[in-house]
């Protein structure tokens, strides 16, 4: 049962309590004759359909070999840890594993801003991705060379495919 006092408060909820906020009559008397306007106005204005895009449309069009080319000149013209690690987060987040040239191109920017934890990780979202332990393998069969050419600092300790 509501109080007397209580009877010009609207209640707001805020997670699992009741908020109450006081509102003036008069206030409230001012808003409704301009919120009636409004609502006139919007009623009687001519409706155009613009054309819908939706927002993911460019990225499900595109193939993979340009998938592949984007993020490999991405990769190339990274320039600080900052836009490395935004183009793999970006890069990964695609529901495909992503082709070995990226991942050389990536392994290269990770050598130029100099961030070894950043090296490993790739080749652990590699793991991830993947499906199964034989096509891990053959990634890293083909990027046999970069890792050759990066050194050994670059592969993770532990790993069963060093060598």
Known sequence: MKRRSDAHKSPHTYGQKFIFTTMS????SRLLPSLLRTTARSALAPTTSLPSRSA???????????FTARY????????????????????????????PSVIE???????????YATAVRIFEGIKEKVE???QY?????????????LGE???????????
Do not use: M
């Open 132 to 134: 199964n332990k034989g």
């Open 105 to 115: 191109a990536a392994l290269k920017a990770a050598r130029r801003v100099d961030d």
């Open 56 to 66: 993911s449309s460019a990225h499900s069009q595109e193939s993979f070999e340009s």
């Open 72 to 99: 490999v000149s991405f990769f190339q013209s990274a320039q600080d840890l900052f836009e490395l690690q935004r183009g793999l987060n970006n890069c990964f987040a695609h529901d495909l594993v992503p082709a």
């Open 25 to 28: 009559l008069p206030t409230t």
């Open 153 to 163: 600092r670059n592969t993770p300790r532990g790993a069963a495919w060093v060598g």
């Open 137 to 149: 393998d053959q990634y890293l069969q083909e990027l046999k060379g970069i890792r050759e050419e």
